[in-house]
């Protein structure tokens, strides 16, 4: 562990933080959570993290598998601890399950150098299992599917309700549960480096506005998934738009079409087998592309509002899974950019003070140099960015800091003052 000597030079007293940091310095555990806050080896664990979506079709193809082990090198050198990518890929090009219950082998085998890899450099990964959209495939290749084998489905959101459509993914849910890991020999249930389980990316059912449909769903797959895992954390993998059933909330959604979506914040995470929320962050999509002030203030009050629901109706803790600004919007420079995520940082640096619910946040998205071609306007090559990565950094450091210095039974609600408060708080971004 580094810290004695990086602190020491800022003249604080840090034996008790490198001493507890040093006791399971080296232990490889789930992580698990306690109240609204997440642990490992019962030691805090606040999450700085990113995406990279691609990680398995880039593993398969041996002239690109370098570009997996570059992002978790590049990850790790600004302390970047979680990842998120896709355990699916549907009967697409290079697809992982290439129609219902039938696999490609070297996919998969792709899927656990991924794995394998993010241990090496000590990130935990975010798995998710399907996809609302179409890219590689989610609920409309299921759909088709579906319809191929002679089911009379009229709409991709059939997915969430028609039985053999849901068997489908059941079926690919228990597929990847159960993997035994080629190159670890760990079976995906059983390690550590797997942070969660998330049941879809950003799950919409725009056909249901009640919100019943999805609700149903989530009810039903979450229970699933622990009947198979009970040891991984899970999450919806929600975008955190409000719902009917709080009207007093949905003055948050950047929209009045958000509400009408069929996701619902806080009913959908009130669900047994959920162990944390999630939310996205996209103002310059979701409020204009016109980069402004506005979009700093909706990210403030988006944030605030699901860190107080988190804490107060939920009582777990909440991963803003993907935050960014596409560098394709009207008025965007790299100043801008740095605004907006010194502002997320900061607002979960304020839950964390107060031992909130605030657990931590994944950019949208870290990708190596040489691969320009798959940006989509919110990619971050770090060394391309060195303003933008100093930011990461330091508030890697911050959180570092936060997951060594203090015990759980003294968690961050304590009244003792620490010496490192001011290095944790004082505003130099």
Aim: glycine letters at 6%; one cysteine or more; hydrophobic letters at 35%.
């Amino acid at each position: 562990m580094e810290c004695e000597e990086d602190l020491d030079a800022m003249g604080r007293d840090v034996s008790r933080i490198c001493e507890i940091g040093e006791m399971e310095d080296d232990a490889w555990t789930m992580v698990q959570k306690k109240g609204n806050q997440f642990v490992v080896n019962d030691q805090p664990f606040y999450v700085n993290g990113f995406n990279t979506y691609w990680l398995m079709v880039f593993a398969v193809d041996q002239s690109t598998r370098g570009k997996v082990t570059e992002v978790f090198q590049q990850a790790s050198s600004v302390g970047l601890t979680v990842g998120r990518t896709w355990a699916f890929n549907d009967g697409q090009w290079q697809a992982l399950q290439k129609s219902p219950s039938v696999y490609d082998e070297e996919v998969f085998k792709a899927l656990d150098f991924v794995v394998s890899e993010a241990k090496k450099y000590k990130i935990r990964l975010i798995l998710s299992l399907t996809n609302n959209w179409d890219d590689y495939g989610g609920k409309a290749q299921y759909v088709k599917w579906g319809k191929a084998a002679g089911f009379n489905l009229t709409s991709d959101d059939d997915f969430f309700s028609h039985p053999t459509v849901k068997n489908y993914y059941k079926a690919h849910v228990k597929k990847v549960l159960n993997r035994v890991n080629t190159l670890t020999n760990i079976t995906y249930k059983d390690d550590p480096t797997i942070f969660a389980w998330e049941l879809m990316n950003e799950p919409r059912c725009a056909s249901d506005p009640s919100g019943d449909k999805l609700q149903a769903w989530i009810e039903e797959m979450a229970v699933y998934v622990k009947s198979i895992d009970p040891k991984h954390l899970v999450e919806i993998g929600l975008e955190g738009f409000y719902g009917p059933s709080t009207p007093n909330r949905v003055q948050f959604n950047p929209n009045t079409f958000a509400q009408q979506v069929g996701t619902d914040f806080i009913r959908n995470h009130q669900v047994l087998g959920v162990d944390f929320a999630s939310a996205h962050i996209y103002a310059d999509s979701w409020i204009s592309e016109e980069i402004s002030d506005a979009h700093i203030q909706f990210v403030k009050a988006w944030m605030q509002s699901h860190i107080e629901d988190a804490e107060n109706a939920l009582g777990m803790p909440i991963v803003f899974g993907e935050f960014g600004v596409s560098s394709k919007d009207t008025g965007y420079n790299t100043s801008f950019r740095n605004t907006l995520f010194s502002t997320v940082y900061k607002t979960l640096l304020n839950s964390t003070k107060k031992g909130g619910s605030g657990g931590g946040s994944l950019l949208w998205q870290l990708f190596p140099e040489g691969t320009d071609y798959m940006d989509d306007g919110y990619a971050i090559v770090l060394s391309k960015s060195p303003s933008t990565s100093d930011i990461i950094s330091l508030h890697s450091k911050r959180l570092t800091t936060f997951n060594s210095f203090c015990s759980w039974k003294c968690h961050w609600g304590c009244k003792k003052k620490h010496p490192l408060e001011t290095f944790i708080y004082h505003d130099d971004l």
